[in-house]
């Protein structure tokens, strides 16, 4: 994985990447500019700007859990290139 870049003390996604948050803990998550494509992601996004609006102060928050993330994730990496 691409290293971090540190900006204002925050890690500021690598190039290809952007960072979203998931679960209750507001875990952060990096991930790549190419997931963008896939249906399911599209789904995920437009579900979290139902939710919490295009103007959240905190990111992209995307409303599941840390391990359903977690899955989708594996699963685009897998099948979605």
């Given at each position: ?19 979203v ?60 290139s």
């Open positions: 994985m691409p290293k971090k870049v540190e900006v204002e003390g925050r890690s500021r996604a690598p190039k290809g990447h952007f960072v948050y998931a679960g209750n803990e507001m875990k952060r998550f990096v991930v790549p500019t190419s997931y963008l494509k896939s249906p399911i992601f599209q789904q995920l996004l437009d579900k979290a700007a139902e939710e919490f609006g295009f103007d959240n102060q905190n990111g992209i928050v995307l409303p599941c859990d840390e391990s359903t993330f977690n899955r989708l994730t594996a699963f685009l990496a897998k099948h979605h």
